[in-house]
């Protein structure tokens, strides 16, 4: 299995970085270290914030990654959204 999948064989991780995400793991969270529309997402936060977690929220469903879900977590210095790989938190 990969180092980051969802239980079910989906490289939830993988999924992330080739769209430039550069996820990493943080207990049961993938955090995103990058957002690949940080420069849209320093005028327009809430309307890129929220296109960025609709993505992901996307990809997760259409990847048939089982047990995981996208949440808005702003922070500075990374994205804004978080993958909970466990749905534990």
């Known amino acids: ?3 980051h999948d969802d239980g079910a064989g989906v490289d939830v991780a ?3 970085a080739v769209r430039g995400y550069e996820p990493y793991r943080d207990g049961a969270v993938l955090r995103l270290r990058n957002c690949p529309f940080h420069l849209l997402a320093e005028e327009f936060p809430p309307l890129v914030c929220g296109m960025s977690l609709a993505l992901v929220t996307g990809l997760l469903a259409g990847s048939g990654a089982a047990g995981c879900a ?3 977590e702003p922070a500075a210095g990374r994205c ?3 993958v909970s790989i466990d ?3």
């Open 1 to 3: 299995a990969a180092a």
């Open 14 to 16: 993988g999924l992330l």
């Open 70 to 72: 996208a949440r808005l």
């Open 80 to 82: 804004c959204v978080a």
């Open 87 to 89: 749905n534990a938190d």
